[in-house]
C-alpha cells in the first residue's frame, strides 16, 4: 500500500503486517497493544518528507549569474549536518530538533532542477505499542539520493514507544547520497531514531536488529556522454552501496535504491577524489538502560544483557563497557555484570586470585617483592663470592711465585741490596721516596707530595733464601695484597741512583677515568721518544704502548662500569669512591703489565736481559701516570743524546 499523506492505523488488540507485507507513507502511525511486523514485511517513509531546497535544516543551492545551471547543492540537514556539494560552495543544512519530536527530514539543495527527480527528506514513523513490539521486517525513513548535481535529503524520524520489544529486523534513517555530475552534491545527514517507554522499564527489550542513523555519501564527479540529458541523470544508481558496506560492516543489510532507464548503463569515469563531503551521522536517541544492560549501536541491541566480558553501569552513556581486570590465564564467566569488577575463572593449572602457577604464587605473594630482591641478591653473592675469592687466590699465588723463583726479573723486594754487590753496598741505594712513607691501607698514596713513583733494578739477583724469607704463610689475603702492590710500587719507583741513567719521560695521556670529557683513560704515546729512538725498536714499542692502551681501556659495558652506573644511581655519595678504588686497581694493572714486560722493544741487549730501564710513576690519586726510560749501557758504541 502506498500512500502520500498520512496513514494511521489504530487497533484495540493488535496489528500484524504479514510476510512481504509493504506500507508507504509520507506519516504513519500504528498504535496497538501489540504490533508485529512479519520477515520481508516493510514499513517506509523513505523520500516522503520535506522536497528538494526545502524544510527547516534544506540544503544550499548554489547559482551563478553567467551560468543559472551551476549546481553542486549541499545536502539536507536534520540529526545531522549535510555535506557540502561540489567544492564545499553548496552548504550543507543544519540540525534542528532532534530530541524527543516528530519531523519530517529536510531536502537537499538543487537549483533550477525538477523537483521530481532531486534529494527528499525521509518521512515520519511513529510505533506505539502498549505491551511489545515484535520486529522482524524493515522500518526505513531514509532521504532520497539527489538528482545530477544535486545534494541528497536528510533521513527521517522513526520513533517507537514499547513496553516490550524483540527481533532482528532494521531500523534505518539514513540520508540520502549525493547526485553525481560534473558538479556533484553533498550527502545528507541522518535522521533522528528514538526509543522509549512510559514506564522507563527496558528489561524486556530483547532485539537484537540492526538500528541505524548514517549520514549519506557525497556524490562522484562524472562525465557523460553529450548525448545524455540532464533529466535522465535520475536513472543512475546513487553508487552509495559500497559505503554503506563499509560504513556499517557490522550490519548484514545494505542500503539500495534501485534505478532504471534507457541510459542506466552508460559508461560513466570517476574521479578517486570526490570533491563534495559526506554527510553527518544521525541522532540514536536509545533508552537508559539499567544496570548490566546496554544498548549496543553497531548490533543494534537495545538494553540487552551485557554480554561475557563486558559491564553494563547503568550510567547515562547506556553501553556495556569492555571489562579489564581479569589476568592473564583466565577467562571471564557471567553476563549481566553491573561494575567493572567482572567475575573470571583462571584456566587449568593455575590457582590463586591472580592465576599464577604455584611457583609464581610462591614469589610474588609469598616472598614478595622486597623478599625476592634480597634472595637474588644472596644467591649472586653465593655464586660470585666464592670466585671473587679464587681470582684474588690466583692473583695472590702469582705475586708469590713471583717472589720465590729465582731469575734476574725478579724484584718484589728491596732489589737494590742485591744489585751488583760487588761494585755497590748491600745496603741498596737510597731513595727519593722513604718505604715507610707509604699507607698500607692506600698503598698509591704517599706522606709527601708528588708522585707516588716506584722503581726497580730488575736485573739484580735475588736469591731463593732471600725469596724463602719473605714468605707468607699465615698472612690474610688482603694484607697479603696490599704488600704486593707496595713491593710492585718499590719495584718501579725512581731512586737517586737511577738520575744519572735517566734518558728521558713520557707523560700517559687521560685521566685514568671512563668519560672523555673529564680526560679519558691512561694512553701511553704510541710513537717512540726522540731521545730514545737509537736505543728502541719501532715497531716493537709501538707493539709495547698499543698492549698497555687496550689494557687500560675502560668497558663500556664490563663489570666495572656497569657496578658504577648501578651505584651511581642506588647511592650517588658512593660513586666517587667506587671511582677511585676501580683507577687504583688500573694503577696497579698497569705496574703488572711492566712487571711482566720482556723489554723487547730495547736494542740493547744487556736491557733485554736483566729487564732493566723502565721506571713507572702514579700520582696518589691514580689520575696520573709517567714512564721514565734508563739507559744503563757501559759499551761506547751507543751514545744518548742529552
Not at 502511525?29 to 520535506?50: E, F, H, K, Y
Not at 514499547?162 to 545527514?189: C, D, E, H, K, N
Not at 559505503?243 to 570517476?270: C, D, K, M, T, W
Not at 704463610?473 to 702492590?485: D, E, H, I, V
Request: net charge negative; with cysteine; hydrophobic share 30%.
Amino acid at each position: 500500500m502506498k500512500f502520500n499523506n498520512t496513514f494511521v492505523i489504530i487497533g484495540d488488540s493488535s496489528i500484524t503486517f504479514g510476510t512481504r507485507a509493504l506500507l508507504e507513507a509520507a506519516q504513519v502511525l500504528l498504535c496497538a497493544p501489540n504490533i508485529t511486523i512479519g520477515d520481508g514485511a516493510a514499513v517506509s517513509a523513505n523520500q516522503r518528507g520535506c522536497s528538494a531546497s526545502h524544510g527547516l535544516g534544506a540544503g544550499g543551492a548554489p547559482s551563478s549569474p553567467t551560468d543559472p545551471n551551476i549546481r553542486g547543492g549541499g545536502g539536507g540537514g536534520y540529526g545531522g549536518v549535510g555535506g557540502y556539494g561540489f567544492n564545499n560552495v553548496g552548504s550543507g543544512g543544519d540540525t534542528y530538533d532532534s530530541v524527543n519530536t516528530l519531523n519530517s527530514g529536510s531536502g537537499g539543495g538543487c537549483f533550477n532542477c525538477n523537483l521530481t527527480y532531486s534529494g527528499a527528506g525521509g518521512g515520519i514513523i511513529n510505533i506505539v505499542a502498549y505491551d511489545s513490539l515484535v520486529l522482524n521486517g524493515n522500518l526505513s525513513s531514509n532521504g532520497g539520493f539527489g538528482a545530477a548535481n544535486s545534494g541528497g535529503g536528510s533521513g527521517g524520524t522513526v520513533s517507537i514507544n514499547a513496553l516490550a520489544m524483540s527481533g532482528r529486523g532494521y531500523i534505518t534513517v539514513w540520508g540520502g547520497a549525493g547526485g553525481s555530475g560534473q558538479y556533484p552534491g553533498g550527502g545528507g545527514g541522518g535522521g533522528v531514531l528514538t526509543m522509549f517507554n512510559d514506564e522507563d522499564y527496558y528489561l524486556e527489550y530483547n532485539y537484537v536488529g540492526v538500528v541505524s542513523a548514517l549520514g549519506g555519501p557525497p556524490g562522484h564527479f562524472v562525465l557523460f556522454d553529450s548525448a545524455v540529458s540532464d533529466s535522465s541523470y535520475d536513472a543512475l544508481p546513487p553508487l552509495d552501496s559500497q559505503f554503506r558496506n563499509e560504513q556499517n560492516a557490522s550490519v548484514s543489510a545494505s542500503y539500495h535504491i534501485r534505478g532504471s532507464g534507457p541510459h542506466a548503463s552508460q559508461e560513466i569515469s570517476l574521479l578517486e577524489d570526490d570533491p563534495a563531503i559526506s554527510g553527518q551521522d544521525g541522532v540514536l536517541n536509545l533508552p537508559a538502560c539499567p544496570p548490566g544492560y546496554g544498548n549496543g549501536v553497531s548490533t543494534g541491541t537495545v538494553c540487552g544483557l551485557c554480554p561475557v566480558g563486558t559491564y553494563g553501569p547503568g550510567d547515562g552513556y547506556n553501553i556495556c563497557y569492555q571489562c579489564t581486570n581479569r589476568p592473564k590465564h583466565s577467562q571471564y564467566t557471567d553476563t549481566g555484570v553491573e561494575d567493572d569488577d567482572c567475575p573470571y575463572e583462571c584456566n587449568s593449572g593455575y590457582s590463586t586470585a591472580d592465576c599464577y602457577t604455584p611457583f609464581q604464587n610462591f614469589l610474588f605473594h609469598t616472598l614478595g617483592v622486597l623478599g625476592l630482591t634480597l634472595s637474588a641478591a644472596g644467591i649472586c653473592a653465593l655464586i660470585f663470592m666464592p670466585l671473587l675469592y679464587l681470582r684474588y687466590k690466583k692473583e695472590y699465588s702469582w705475586y708469590e711465585d713471583h717472589r720465590k723463583i729465582v731469575l734476574p726479573t725478579d724484584a718484589f723486594t728491596h732489589v737494590d741490596q742485591f744489585r751488583n754487590n760487588e761494585q755497590r753496598p748491600s745496603s741498596g741505594r737510597k731513595s727519593s721516596m722513604d718505604e715507610t712513607n707509604y699507607s698500607v691501607d692506600n698503598p698509591l698514596s704517599a706522606d709527601h707530595g708528588g708522585d707516588a713513583s716506584v722503581a726497580s733494578d730488575s736485573h739484580s739477583k735475588v736469591s731463593s733464601a732471600g725469596g724463602a724469607s719473605q714468605s707468607t704463610t699465615g698472612t690474610s689475603l688482603p694484607k697479603a695484597f696490599q704488600r704486593m702492590n707496595r713491593d710492585l710500587r718499590l719495584r718501579f719507583r725512581m731512586g737517586d741512583s737511577d738520575l744519572p741513567q735517566h734518558a728521558c719521560r713520557i707523560n700517559f695521556l687521560g685521566s685514568n677515568h671512563p668519560d672523555p670529557l673529564r680526560g679519558g683513560p691512561w694512553i701511553l704515546p704510541s710513537s717512540r721518544p726522540p731521545c730514545m729512538r737509537p736505543m728502541l725498536k719501532r715497531q716493537e714499542y709501538r707493539t709495547f704502548a698499543e698492549k698497555i692502551n687496550k689494557r687500560m681501556e675502560w668497558k663500556p659495558y664490563g663489570i666495572e662500569m656497569l657496578t658504577f652506573y648501578t651505584v651511581a644511581v642506588v647511592a650517588p655519595p658512593l660513586a666517587a669512591f667506587l671511582m677511585r678504588q676501580f683507577r687504583k686497581r688500573r694503577a696497579n694493572l698497569l705496574l703488572k703489565l711492566i712487571a711482566n714486560y720482556d723489554y723487547a722493544c730495547f736494542r740493547c741487549p744487556n736491557q733485554r736481559l736483566h729487564r732493566s730501564g723502565l721506571r713507572v710513576g702514579i700520582s696518589p690519586d691514580a689520575t696520573l701516570a709517567y714512564m721514565d726510560f734508563l739507559y744503563d749501557e757501559d759499551t761506547s758504541s751507543a751514545r744518548m743524546k742529552p
